[in-house]
Antibody
Framework: EVQLVESGGGLIQPGGSLRLSCAVSGFTFSSYWMVWVRQAPGKGLMWVSF????????ISADSVKGRFTISRDNAKNTLYLQMNSLRAEDTALYYC?????????????WGQGTLVLVSS | QSVLTQPPSASGTPGQRVTISCSGSSSNIGKNVVNWYQQVPGAAPKLLIYANDQRPSGVPDRFSGSKSGTSASLAISGLQSEDEADYYCAAWDDSLNGPYVLFGGGTKLTVL
């Protein structure tokens, strides 16, 4: 069974750091591009970051550029999101999702999400 | 960053056909494929339509997508109560600041 399981969320003070993880199983992780997408409470979806299957290229939204870093460990079947200088507006449910390399932008499997709450 | 514009709400009765629009620009929908996602309350999003008009395995053929110029549409025929959800369009944007992924603001579909 294809699964993505996020972890690492929690309550953090403004200016703090968190590292989210996304453990995958049931498919060849190293063959897929991966993304992080977030959803603020009661709001819509917002794409955060993208990474190619071999980690050779990453792209991030302007709102997180310079603060968030996406990475992956294909040997551990795990995707990461290092979040620094967190702000209240980063409060959201963070999803990891899989992107087949043949269908750019089509996120075909999603995790259940991990909640990040930035508050003092 | 650019935006994809969707109507905030849509509604229909069981059995009806409803359409949801998604308007973009030449740097996103005008040059890249559109994907659609369904999000039932309390659940993660689900890929509904990819590459403008393709359905992933398991998605009923009641759902269809189309694209013309800088706009796209999702159509749901034979509306059912379980179709009540939020629907999002998405596309890559290749503007000067890009590339990046854009989501529409979402359309809340109510089945009356």
């Amino acid at each position: 069974e294809v699964q993505l399981v996020e972890s690492g969320g929690g309550l953090i003070q403004p200016g703090g750091s968190l590292r989210l993880s996304c453990a995958v199983s049931g498919f060849t992780f190293s063959s897929y591009w991966m993304v992080w997408v977030r959803q603020a409470p009661g709001k819509g979806l917002m794409w955060v970051s993208f990474i190619k299957n071999d980690g050779s290229s990453t792209i991030s939204a302007d709102s997180v550029k310079g603060r968030f870093t996406i990475s992956r460990d294909n040997a551990k079947n795990t995707l990461y999101l290092q979040m620094n200088s967190l702000r209240a507006e980063d409060t959201a449910l963070y999803y990891c999702a899989r992107n087949p390399p043949t269908i750019l932008g089509a996120f075909d499997v999603w995790g259940q999400g991990t909640l990040v709450l930035v508050s003092s | 960053q650019s935006v994809l514009t969707q109507p905030p709400s849509a509604s229909g009765t069981p059995g009806q056909r409803v359409t949801i629009s998604c308007s973009g620009s030449s740097s996103n929908i005008g040059k890249n494929v559109v994907n659609w996602y369904q999000q039932v309350p309390g659940a993660a999003p689900k890929l509904l339509i990819y590459a403008n008009d393709q359905r992933p395995s398991g998605v009923p053929d009641r759902f269809s997508g189309s694209k013309s110029g800088t706009s796209a549409s999702l159509a749901i025929s034979g509306l059912q109560s379980e179709d009540e959800a939020d629907y999002y369009c998405a596309a890559w944007d290749d503007s000067l600041n890009g590339p990046y992924v854009l989501f529409g603001g979402g359309t809340k579909l109510t089945v009356l």
